[in-house]
């Protein structure tokens, strides 16, 4: 019950964020500050889409990077060869996220036989095989070189996009988040918490892992999608293990198995990675930004544990015990 009223407070909490966030390009005109939040919704929606791996099914994977990649292309290279609209931009992005559930699919198969790091490394090999491809696959990819694309007309308006991106965010929030509530979400938590119990229940755990494994690369494929129609370009680099590792990294820092906490990790690795990056013209020092960057990510480890959000949870579950003790000893006194 506990448990539900955090998730259900959280829940608003977001919501009301949102409706913020709707406002707040109305009222503050930035367009930097309208570029940095639209990436915060991208990588809100992939870390999100980590965290049903991570977080609720206990499934560490080191190639997450190929979905998101996946997303990217089919939307780069259908924009590249045909005339930009909006028709063909949800199509390519329908494509991407049908593809990336058959390759999750196959992967899944694949893989999720095997035990924590040999599935881990098995991951990033096969991501590695996509990386290649994409390199080797010249005549499609343009290589590490990469190219440019144009976007529809609706897009060309930053505001557009943005507002496109946090509805996006929020349905993707309150969609996983009836996902994991869901009776099959509550056999992913059993498999997390006791895989062997869930097994002997009688539950079939691989057909459950592919299931969670299908959700999470048709999610991390939207959010590769819109990521590289922020940018008008793609190369090779949505292929590599720097982008397993920020969504990782979103998730361990806001708070794993809360898919609130990924929003929060990714609006602090965003915010702190522009922040740095701009102090690089005040002093030669903070053009070492990346040491920086390092240094927040151990700083949030060592005193946020459970994470930002986990740790939260912890803090107000443990006030809520005392004044449960204190409120029965009142009682007893007055007995």
Known sequence: MRRNRFTDKESLLFLIIGIALFVFPFIYEDRSMLILFTQIFIFAIFAMSYDILLGF?????????????????????MLKHYEPTML????????GVLFSLIISFVVGLMTLRLKSHYYAMLTLALAGLFLVAAEKWRTLTYGNDGFTFRVPEFFHNRLHFYLVCLVLMIIVYFGLKRF???PLGRILLAIKDNEQRAESLGYQVLHYKIIASIVAGGIASLSGSLYALSLRFVNTSVFTMD?????LLMTIIGGVGTLIGPVLGAAIIE??????????????????????????????VMFFPNGIVGSARKLVAK??????????ENIVKEG
Request: with cysteine; glycine share 10%.
């Open 57 to 77: 099914t206990g499934i560490v994977s080191f190639g997450h990077a190929m979905f998101f990649g996946i997303g990217a292309y089919c939307v780069s290279v």
């Open 88 to 95: 063909l931009v949800t199509g390519a992005i329908i494509l």
């Open 180 to 182: 994991i509530q869901s």
């Open 243 to 247: 982008i397993t590792l920020d969504a």
């Open 271 to 300: 915010l702190a990675h522009h922040w740095l990056t701009g102090l690089a013209k005040v002093h030669w020092i903070f053009e070492r930004w990346l040491i920086l960057f390092g240094i927040v990510y151990i700083l949030a």
């Open 319 to 328: 006030k809520g015990k005392k004044e449960d003790v204190s409120t029965s």
